[in-house]
């Protein structure tokens, strides 16, 4: 069993920031990429930021480039998502996710370990 756990995340103001952590653990396994995705009350889960295991590549949702940053977290054997200038469209339910292949990072079906997700809202 592999468990993946976010924490982190909350209310804020818009123009705030907050750090969303996803802490990994269980059976040992391939690491291609990890993910953060988002999912609004009645819309799809969207990509918002992958990173490549190994290299340390990064890729970014047009819709946060600039704003949101992706990195390692060792202590976690995890990733963090570092989000600033928070805007209320931000709103959602943020999901940490392993990939099972390099490409295609912005597509759901590229992860096959999915954490339960952290909410973030953000008010203006």
């Known amino acids: 069993q592999v468990q993946l756990v976010e924490s982190g995340g909350g209310l804020v103001q818009a123009g705030g920031s907050l750090r969303l952590s996803c802490a990994v653990s269980?059976?040992?396994?391939?690491?291609?990429?990890m993910g953060w995705f988002r999912q609004a009350p009645g819309k799809e889960r969207e990509f918002v930021a992958a990173?490549?295991?190994?290299?340390?590549?990064?890729h970014y949702a047009d819709s946060v480039k600039g704003r949101f940053t992706i990195s390692r977290d060792d202590a976690k054997n995890g990733v963090a998502l570092q989000a600033n200038m928070l805007k209320p469209e931000d709103t959602a339910a943020y999901y940490c996710?392993?990939?099972?292949?390099?490409?295609?990072?912005?597509?759901?079906?590229?992860?096959?370990?999915w954490g339960q997700g952290t909410q973030v809202t953000v008010s203006s």
């Open positions: 996710a392993s990939a099972r292949w390099y490409s295609d990072l912005n597509n759901t079906r590229t992860y096959d370990h």
């Open positions: 269980g059976r040992t396994f391939s690491r291609y990429a």
């Open positions: 990173i490549r295991w190994n290299s340390g590549v990064t």
